[in-house]
């Protein structure tokens, strides 16, 4: 499967707009994800392992809107991360 | 739910006094650079405007969401006092979410205070960068926490007794927290803006700020502060429409006396067209603003970044900088030279463009989510 990144968290993949993951459900993929971009964790994850609810997932253009980690993934599958956040 | 009749009795008849008070130095205030005194938001707690959209457990006055903004709309439209609703509602503001938090040592100790006026609060996020690039620190020292860093374009820091502020952990999170401006190593630094230029806008400077660990807020703060800065763009919409439905009656007024070519200006097409485009930017605004404000009130809101609500903001704040500029245009030297309002106005609708988050950086989160299809929030939620 596909991670893809725009905006504000490329910085914390290297610029990369796609990462390739091989995984077959969401909690792989995530943890993966973590371990090869581990700048990603404070910012995704809060202390207790949830994602932080600044950012949505959308799993093929679909709002994952509880992510669940038993997801099944398959290889053609593109999970986006969606983040917006403003002001102070 | 109260009508617009309703809500402007209700002002008047509960809050009139107070807001004629607050209003009569206003232009003296804007012309010397004086900050709104603090003993007025003691007497708007004192009378129950503070806390009027609190539950009445806690000394609220138990007002719904859809009412509190029009009483938003309401105060901006008669106070002559434009940084008074702003720097009162940042109060509000952090009461909700210290509310939200579900602990009762907070509620006591911070958000009925403030509910009575007796302390006041405002948020402390900015650091002129984006919040991924945040360098204020929170460190845990035992069983306290230690905060360095500082704070920029705080609005009523000045007269804020408490300040809701983020800093990173040493994982690098987010995480919120309360610092007191009596607090050692603080330092409240006044500065200017060009709007709002009497709501005590400042700089915090914060030097191993000990913090004890029951002001600490959870870990998750980048969403404890959008949350915040999601209800203060809603808040904001309803103070533009007021301030705009203020500046249009004061700009028709003017025109109705005004005389030109040996007669009433109002006469000339170009000026009623002019005052057309007014009108329609004024009802307009109030027609968005109003219908986002039941849809949140019925719990159809995404409490973090809801498209609507930011762009309720948006567009409210381009009509009120297209309502200055049309006032002008119309009004010529009169309101250049002869009435301060329409450039203290104008100076306001430009801090608007930066308040809650850019104009820019709304359009590009509203455009991402709309073109993932999350453009309406499909569920019921709090704001």
């Known amino acids: 499967m596909t991670f893809r990144f725009t905006g504000l968290l490329l910085r914390f993949v290297g610029y990369q707009r796609t990462t390739e993951i091989t995984a077959t459900n969401l909690a792989d993929a995530l943890r993966q994800l973590r371990e090869r971009f581990p700048q990603l964790r404070p910012v995704l994850w809060d202390e207790s392992g949830s994602l932080i609810r600044v950012h949505r997932l959308l799993l093929n253009g679909e709002l994952l809107s509880k992510p669940d980690d038993d997801v099944p993934l398959r290889d053609t599958d593109q999970i986006e991360v969606l983040t917006a956040i403003a002001g102070g | ?383």
């Not at chain 2, 008669?78 to 509602?89: G, L």
């Not at chain 2, 360098?135 to 804020?160: H, M, N, V």
């Not at chain 2, 040493?170 to 409240?188: F, I, K, N, P, T």
């Open chain 2, 1 to 383: 739910m109260h009508t617009d009749v309703d809500v402007t009795e209700l002002v008047e008849q509960r809050w009139g006094a107070l807001l004629a008070r607050i209003s009569r130095a206003a232009d003296h205030r804007q012309l010397a650079g004086e900050v709104v005194p603090r003993e007025f938001f003691a007497m708007a707690g004192a009378s129950g405007l503070i806390g009027y959209a609190f539950p009445q457990d806690i000394g609220g006055g138990g007002a719904d969401l859809r009412t509190w903004g029009a009483v938003m709309e309401e105060l901006a439209r008669v106070c002559d006092e434009p940084a008074f609703p702003i720097v009162m509602s940042m109060g509000t503001g952090v009461a909700s979410v210290l509310q939200a938090c579900g602990r009762s040592d907070l509620v006591e100790h911070y958000v009925k205070p403030i509910v009575r006026g007796e302390r006041t609060a405002t948020l402390a996020f900015s650091e002129d960068a984006d919040p991924f690039s945040m360098r204020t620190e929170l460190r845990r020292t035992g069983d306290r926490y230690l905060l360095s860093g500082a704070k920029d374009f705080i609005t009523g820091a000045t007269t804020a007794d408490v300040f809701l502020t983020y800093g990173r952990d040493e994982a690098g999170r987010v995480v919120g927290c309360l610092v007191q401006s009596d607090d050692d190593g603080v330092e409240v630094l006044p500065a200017s803006g060009l709007g709002f230029r009497t709501s005590g806008m400042g700089r915090m400077v914060l030097r191993d700020v000990q913090i004890p660990a029951n002001r600490v807020l959870g870990t998750d703060g980048l969403t404890h502060a959008q949350r915040y800065l999601n209800h203060r763009r809603l808040i904001l919409a309803c103070l533009v429409t007021g301030m705009m439905r203020a500046l249009l009656a004061r700009c028709v007024t003017r025109l109705r006396t005004t005389v030109r070519h040996g007669g009433p200006v109002t006469e000339l097409p170009n000026v009623q067209a002019a005052i057309g485009r007014m009108h329609i930017a004024v009802e307009t605004t109030r027609a968005v603003v109003s219908s986002t404000l039941a849809r949140v009130a019925d719990g159809v809101v995404d409490p973090v970044f809801d498209v609507g609500i930011s762009a309720a903001k948006h567009f409210a704040t381009e009509q009120a900088l297209f309502l200055a500029t049309q006032a002008f245009r119309v009004l010529g030297g009169h309101a250049y030279y002869g009435d301060p309002r329409y450039g203290i106005f104008l100076q306001d609708c430009v801090a608007l463009l930066c308040a809650a988050g850019t104009q820019e950086l709304i359009e590009v989160n509203i455009g991402a989510l709309v073109t993932a299809g999350l453009g309406e929030p499909t569920e019921k939620s709090e704001v």
